[in-house]
């Protein structure tokens, strides 16, 4: 979906991504505050979500969902990704799925986002009450359809490796993803900033006017933009 800047195709391209079992609908706020800053932005329903076909989910097929957009709207100005879609953002970016293509984006938001794939499929496997001979078997299956060992995906290590300036956005009382994980994020390097977003959770933050003012903010300092639009 194409949210249309004045400037249209010469505006500087956003891809944003929503969340697991979510859609774009729910990241409305953050579009309609980025095209009113005359930003043309792109929107995707990741594989199994919204108005995309498909059943199922998984990182490497929303990367090479990300990827294909990126091949017809890219490069990106900015990625912003919520939740499950910013840690799609950083592994897009940084090329871990296979031999798929890394992303070009010049700034990366993270709004409450998690950093330890291998966290996540532990605590999976323990809410389910899986072995540890199972565990190990998915943690397999995960290298099979994604192409490196699961420990690898744990996106503070990825951004360490990445000059792009990121935004990591998280609020403390966020009980879907711990605030930690941020905290994880700003510790990846002085290119990584870190905004506290306190009584917001997991998905209102999605709608608060100040996180959509520091989303915008942070993408106008995008180099080049002030020129762009000024011609």
Do not use: C
């Amino acid at each position: 979906m194409i949210f249309a800047a004045r400037r249209g195709r010469e505006a500087p391209t956003v891809l944003v991504l929503h969340g697991w079992r979510s859609r774009t609908e729910h990241m409305r706020a953050i579009i309609e505050r980025l095209v009113a800053e005359g930003f043309r932005v792109v929107a995707l329903d990741l594989p199994g979500h919204g108005a995309s076909a498909g059943r199922r989910l998984n990182l490497a097929l929303a990367v090479a969902a990300v990827r294909t957009t990126a091949d017809w709207f890219g490069p990106f100005a900015a990625i912003v990704g919520h939740s499950f879609g910013g840690a799609v953002a950083v592994n897009a970016v940084a090329g871990s799925i296979g031999d798929i293509a890394p992303v070009e984006a010049k700034r990366l938001i993270l709004v409450a986002s998690p950093s330890s794939m291998p966290a996540i499929f532990e605590d999976f496997g323990s809410f389910l009450g899986l072995g540890a001979h199972t565990q190990l078997a998915l943690a397999g299956e995960v290298q099979r359809v994604a192409g490196h060992p699961l420990e690898t995906y744990v996106a503070a290590d990825q951004l360490r490796g990445l000059a792009v300036p990121t935004l990591a956005i998280h609020a403390p009382d966020d009980k879907e993803v711990a605030f930690e994980e941020a905290r994880r994020f700003e510790a990846a390097g002085p290119h990584v900033r870190l905004l506290r977003a306190p009584g917001m959770g997991h998905r209102r933050i999605l709608a608060n006017q100040s996180v959509t003012d520091a989303i915008a903010d942070f993408t106008l300092a995008v180099p080049g933009w002030r020129g762009i639009e000024a011609g």
